[in-house]
């Protein structure tokens, strides 16, 4: 069935505003400045209030979600449920999981490319799958347990591809690049976390994806604002590149807006990106389907690539290539993507709808509609 002008309007809104998302964040890591002391110009590199930016976006949802609520109202049948009444701290457990991984990730950022950032980022089937099966009693088919398993070959593929061209990167150390890959996979295991948790004990109640998003960012956005304080003040030596060495430096941060604005201008664009991209996201699984989501959002892996050649901030490389193209087979067998295909062969199609079936028990895990935190990234 052919989109419509709305329908494709919403596709090229939430491919273009992910690809932001990360493309800024990783330009806020590329800026030097001086910061509050009297010394040389030294990097940007602020993760955990970039996270705060990241989780303001997040928080502006809730805003959008009222404001659609009210313009609803006046319409003589109102079309939007708003949902039945909820304990908001429902959501502090995963809010709390996002906030820990979203900072690990912009952490890591620092350290690799924005597309491998990207890439490795589809780790997180793997341990969703694997959590659902052990703590929510998830079946899965056996094309999901064969994505899991391309997924993994796709990681190695993508972490063999960091490891040499880290060798000839002057922008990230070998070290770095390595530990930064681990970082994000390290964080993928927490966002699996907040996602069974959504899925046990906050999707069990009628929410409006809005509103969890934008619940999420509330409790994210004050409770790591919060956090800043006690971080200006815990020593962490030569793990920090911040001149004071500490956990983070947020005063060091607003002295080197000061002097490059432009930074202002990159943590803005994860700000107002992340918002729209989550209310793209859920547009286009409510307009469109899921799986055009999903589809839509492993492109957008490509396009952070693409523009990151281009700008000249990595190298071409092969195996990355390769390693996309891996990952990408592992997600689409994991998400059903090859179902279509196959249920127009007769003797995979009896196969195809016991897997159908299977699958309907885990939709609401991955596809409802509810675009991943930490997108930011």
């Known amino acids: 069935m052919a989109w419509t002008k709305y329908q494709m309007f919403l596709a090229g809104l939430m491919l273009t505003t992910g690809s932001i998302n990360t493309l800024s964040a990783k330009w806020a890591d590329m800026f030097k400045a001086k910061g509050c002391q009297d010394g040389p110009e030294h990097a940007f590199s602020h993760p955990f209030l970039q996270a705060v930016w990241m989780f303001l976006g997040e928080f502006s949802c809730l805003a959008v979600f009222y404001l659609l609520i009210c313009q609803d109202k006046r319409r003589p049948e109102p079309r939007i449920n708003p949902g039945q009444r909820f304990n908001p701290f429902l959501f502090l457990p995963p809010a709390i999981c996002d906030m820990i991984a979203t900072s690990i ?174 209310f793209a996201g859920i547009s286009v699984t409510k307009e469109i389907s899921a799986t055009t989501r999903m589809v839509l959002d492993s492109l957008r892996t490509l396009v952070i690539w693409v523009v990151s050649l281009a700008l000249g901030w990595e190298q071409f490389h092969g195996l990355q290539v390769l390693g996309f193209v891996v990952l990408l087979v592992g997600t689409g067998l994991y998400n059903g993507l090859h179902r279509p295909l196959l249920g127009r062969i007769p003797c995979c199609a009896r196969l195809v709808n016991e897997e159908e079936g299977s699958s309907v028990e885990r939709e609401r895990l991955l596809n409802d509609g509810r675009v991943q935190s930490g997108d930011n990234s």
């Not at 190695?156 to 000839?168: C, H, P, Q, T």
């Not at 046990?200 to 009628?206: I, N, P, R």
């Open 105 to 278: 990730m912009y952490v890591a950022l620092n350290m690799t490319s924005a597309s491998s950032f990207q890439m490795l980022r589809g780790a997180v089937i793997i341990f969703t799958g694997l959590l659902s099966v052990a703590f929510l009693g998830r079946r899965l088919a056996l094309s999901q347990w064969i994505g899991i398993f391309v997924t993994i070959l796709g990681l190695v593929i993508v972490g063999l591809a960091d490891f040499v061209s880290g060798n000839k990167d002057d922008s990230h150390k070998l070290s770095d690049v390595i530990t930064g890959d681990l970082l994000i996979i390290m964080a993928q295991i927490i966002v699996s976390v907040q996602m069974v948790l959504e899925e046990k004990f906050v999707y069990t109640h009628d929410v409006h994806p809005l509103r969890a998003v934008g619940t999420e960012g509330f409790f994210g956005f004050f409770v790591l604002s919060l956090l800043l304080i006690p971080m200006y003040f815990i020593p962490v030596g030569s793990f920090a590149n911040n001149p004071r060495q500490v956990l983070e430096d947020a005063l060091d941060a607003f002295c080197q807006i000061g002097y490059r604005p432009l930074i202002l201008l990159a943590l803005l664009g994860n700000t107002v990106s992340i918002a729209f991209f989550n």
